[in-house]
């Protein structure tokens, strides 16, 4: 009788101690939703990396601030429209998941069939990768 209250407690305790992990697992895990508006934060291309002074600095329309100019808008119909200062038209295609992926990984396909890899790198920020070298790092907008 006593070696099962002893058990009982036990298993008690360890239910107490897992129950803030699973709480906090699940608030951090749950919200990866890719779609919505993506502002660059950083560019890599080969071993050059640019934050968003450098890439502010570097503008050829100075009317419009970096946001305007460089951003990624992935919308919930498996669409995308993606703007950078290089190009002179928005880049649309849709998107996919990965789901072979071990990470939350995407595919967005462009009207030309460029393949850009999108992965989560932290909450509410993602790589978008044209390659091994050449990527960039976006925030979510609020």
Do not use: H
């Not at 968003?52 to 009317?63: H, N, P």
């Not at 290089?86 to 462009?110: C, I, N, R």
């Amino acid at each position: 009788m006593i070696k099962t209250i002893k058990n009982t407690l036990k298993i008690s305790a360890v239910l107490l101690l897992l129950l803030p992990i699973i709480f906090v697992m699940t608030a951090c895990g749950g919200n990866t939703s890719i779609d919505g508006t993506w502002k660059v934060q950083s560019v890599t291309s080969g071993e050059t990396t640019k934050d968003r002074t450098q890439l502010t600095a570097d503008l050829t329309d100075k009317t419009k601030g970096l946001d305007e100019q460089f951003k990624l808008v992935i919308k919930s119909d498996n669409t995308f429209t993606l703007l950078t200062p290089a190009s002179t038209t928005e880049v649309t295609g849709t998107w996919t998941q990965d789901k072979a992926a071990k990470e939350d990984t995407y595919k967005l396909t462009t009207s030309d069939n460029t393949v850009y890899t999108v992965t989560y790198e932290l909450s509410n920020t993602i790589k978008v990768a044209s390659g091994d070298k050449d990527y960039f790092i976006m925030k979510k907008s609020k």
